[in-house]
């Protein structure tokens, strides 16, 4: 069956930087674009960031554009998320997901806090 599995959040402080991993298996993970999303403290999901399948095409949410990058390592069929100059405002759990196929793990929570 399908399964993703976030690991590397944790709590830094504020202008820190953290590196998100999520495991894929159970399905053809180079075939598929893949997503980072995160939902903050009483607030709903946000999407944060997209990566096509062959890694060509990128996408990210206005309020990450400069400090998040996402990649990706097919022959480990593993998707990543570099988080710098982390804010508060980036406190939340975040998800990978592949939305459209209603793939999505379990969350890593990211707390940014002096």
């Known amino acids: 069956q399908v399964q993703l599995v976030e690991s590397g959040g944790g709590l830094v402080q504020p202008g820190g930087s953290l590196r998100l991993s999520c495991a894929a298996s159970?399905?053809?993970?180079?075939?598929?674009?893949m997503s980072w999303v995160r939902q903050a403290p009483g607030k709903g999901l946000e999407w944060v960031s997209k990566?096509?399948?062959?890694?060509?095409?990128?996408y990210y949410t206005d309020s990450v554009k400069g400090r998040f990058t996402i990649s990706r390592d097919n022959a480990k069929n593993t998707l990543y998320l570099q988080m710098n100059v982390l804010k508060s405002e980036d406190t939340a759990v975040y998800y990978c997901?592949?939305?459209?196929?209603?793939?999505w793990g379990q969350g890593t929570q990211v707390t940014v806090s002096s």
């Open positions: 997901a592949n939305p459209t196929s209603g793939y």
């Open positions: 159970g399905f053809t993970f180079n075939r598929n674009a």
């Open positions: 990566l096509s399948g062959d890694s060509t095409t990128t």
